[in-house]
């Protein structure tokens, strides 16, 4: 009895430093969001009559402002029109990709995996030259040369994610699926996506993120300041305005909102999906 009790003291007494710490964890990364937010609700001289203190009044000028005379709201849309499209056919690539290098007799599978992670090692400063001179040679610009870039740079490290995932689905249900008569693209849909649910779904979150923070292609391959994305439409707000940081903040937080509620969203069907591959 005396060592059960002695146990659960010692398990609480550990317990107490790891819940201190993620609660420290949990601050440094809720406060800078918090000072974002709180930023983008007060005008600007009172922002610099006190930047750390609460608000001494509240408005939504500063969104109003980023709306009405700056664009930001087709600025949102276009920026979710071309991540949208870009990651779902990323998805749909590396899924079909990433299925037959796991599970399907390819000729030279390893050699291409080793190919997709030697493309991966390219710093992505290098090929903004290349790639620009490419698009401008085949007449691709606007949104289809931007969401080719965003394609052909997100693929590689989709692909090898993907048939790194898929790898851990076990041959015996493949075969189980041959044997009752389901097809490729039968096995594909019942067997391969729901047990690969989890990595596809980190994956999607992975590649949105990075497509939707891009900034460099989005600014030189489009030109149009109407078609413009959030992200080069926020850097414009940043040179033009470096003083008024609550105009800026707001902008910020109406590009990280967006990231924020699709990993509040996703998480949950990511656990989901780490369960159904648990179970099966």
């Known amino acids: ?96 990709a990433g299925h037959a290098l796991a599970k399907l007799p390819v000729p030279g599978a390893k ?18 030259i290349p790639i620009y001179l490419l698009l401008a040679r085949l007449g691709l610009g606007g949104y289809a040369g931007l969401i080719l870039v965003y394609v052909a740079t997100g693929l590689p490290f989709a ?3 993907l048939t790194l995932t898929f790898r851990g689905i076990p041959d015996e249900v493949m075969e189980a699926a041959r044997i009752d008569g389901a097809g490729l693209f039968r096995t594909l849909w019942s067997i391969v996506l729901p047990m690969g649910s989890s990595g596809i779904a980190t994956l999607a979150v992975l590649q949105f993120l990075g497509v939707w923070n891009e900034l460099i292609f989005a600014i030189i391959l489009i030109r149009d300041q109407s078609m413009w994305l959030l992200t080069p439409t926020l850097a414009t707000i940043g040179e033009r305005f470096v003083t008024d940081q609550p105009l800026v903040s707001a902008g910020l937080f109406v590009t990280a909102s967006v990231p924020l509620l699709l990993l509040a969203f996703a998480s949950r069907y990511i656990m989901q999906g780490l369960q159904v591959g648990v179970s099966r």
């Open 111 to 128: 050699y291409i995996t080793a190919t997709f992670v030697s493309v991966m090692l390219i710093p992505g400063p290098v090929l903004i």
């Open 159 to 161: 692909t090898f994610f």
């Open 1 to 96: 009895m005396t060592d059960v009790v002695s146990s659960r003291l010692s398990s609480r007494r550990t317990r107490w430093p790891i819940f201190i710490a993620l609660c420290l964890v949990a601050v440094s990364i809720l406060y800078p969001l918090w000072f974002v937010v709180i930023t983008s609700l007060r005008p600007n001289a009172d922002y610099l009559r006190d930047p750390f203190g609460l608000p001494g009044e509240w408005t939504l000028s500063n969104y109003l402002t980023l709306a009405n005379s700056y664009g930001l709201g087709q600025a949102f849309l276009n920026s979710m029109f071309v991540t949208t499209v870009s990651v779902v056919i990323v998805l749909i690539l590396a899924t079909i």
